[in-house]
């Protein structure tokens, strides 16, 4: 998670314990919450912002009613924040796109198949000489079929990769693009002019325009995502609700107490298209407690709290 969107994260939060406090926590609260915004600039901003939101999704004289209206009002205006924040115009605008929990496999008109991971989004760019899928947002995953006279390449702001061989993956970060190869070769460029480089099977790198950043091994079997479940073994459960939180719209947030290097960790799999099934699995398997505060707006916590 970027530290921008965790901002926006903790501003929701902070959004919700307000509104909802009873009086005589009002003023302890604001104190707390005005100590959290001098920390950074960006802080006081994000949260005037969704408080801005909150009041236009309801009038005045609404204002007053029941609590779980009011929490489905932030709902509405937490989902107007992320998806002005994380959807760009390229997304809504791109020749294939997945919402939120979608997987989608697609026959490119060479044969070659790309299945995308949710919320993804790509371009196509074929023609007699070349074959360019751009990834606008996302991951996706490249099972490209042999044209040799043809390069098949994939592009995102940071990179080129162009297949030497069969099957790769692509996703899209915040601040660099990820490539993993599960069989044969892939001819690895940065945007603006770095080193190149080979990663041949069970070998991943990520770039950003300049290089390389990062290097390491990784599995030679399709993305466990791409068929449509996520696995994990003795994973964390923040690595957990991250890969959880790109399969649903919304926010989805961890309890601090739960972060903790003693807290419990998760080993199984979990539905990827079903981000709502995956919680109650992973509540019941570890006694923890899932809590829509609004269907976009979830927190998973210690059953005890």
Not at 93 to 108: F, N, P, Q, S, V
Not at 183 to 211: C, F, K, M, Y
Not at 212 to 219: F, G
Not at 275 to 302: G, H, I, K, M
């Amino acid at each position: 998670m970027s530290e921008l969107n965790r901002i926006r994260q903790q501003a929701a939060e902070w959004v919700v314990a307000l509104q909802t406090a009873g009086a005589d926590e009002q003023d302890r609260l604001r104190a707390e919450c005005d100590t959290w915004q001098a920390k950074d600039p960006r802080r006081r901003q994000v949260l005037e912002q969704i408080q801005r939101m909150w009041q236009a999704t309801e009038p005045a004289q609404a204002r007053r009613r029941q609590r779980r209206r009011r929490l489905t009002g932030l709902g509405a205006a937490l989902l107007l924040v992320l998806a002005g924040a994380q959807l760009p115009w390229a997304y809504w605008g791109a020749d294939y796109r997945t919402a939120a929990g979608e997987i989608r496999t697609l026959t490119l008109p060479d044969g070659s198949q790309v299945v995308l991971n949710s919320g993804s989004a790509i371009d196509l760019d074929y023609s007699d000489s070349r074959r360019t899928v751009k990834l606008v947002r996302g991951e996706l995953l490249a099972t490209v079929a042999k044209a040799p006279d043809r390069p098949f390449q994939v592009t995102t702001r940071d990179l080129t990769a162009t297949a030497l061989g069969t099957r790769y993956s692509v996703r899209q970060e915040d601040g660099f693009t990820r490539v993993a190869v599960q069989e044969s070769t892939v001819a690895v460029t940065p945007r603006h002019g770095g080193d190149a480089l080979n990663l041949t099977a069970g070998q991943q790198a990520d770039l950003n325009r300049q290089g390389v950043i990062a290097r390491a091994d990784t599995p030679r079997q399709r993305p466990d995502w791409a068929d449509g479940r996520l696995a994990f073994s003795k994973a964390p459960l923040t690595e957990v609700v991250e890969r959880l939180a790109r399969h649903r719209p919304g926010l989805l947030t961890l309890d601090h107490a739960l972060t903790a290097p003693d807290a419990p960790r998760f080993t199984g799999v979990l539905p990827a298209n079903d981000s709502d099934a995956a919680l109650a699995l992973l509540a019941d398997t570890l006694n923890l407690e899932v809590r829509y505060l609004t269907p976009w707006y979830v927190t998973v916590r210690s059953r005890s709290q």
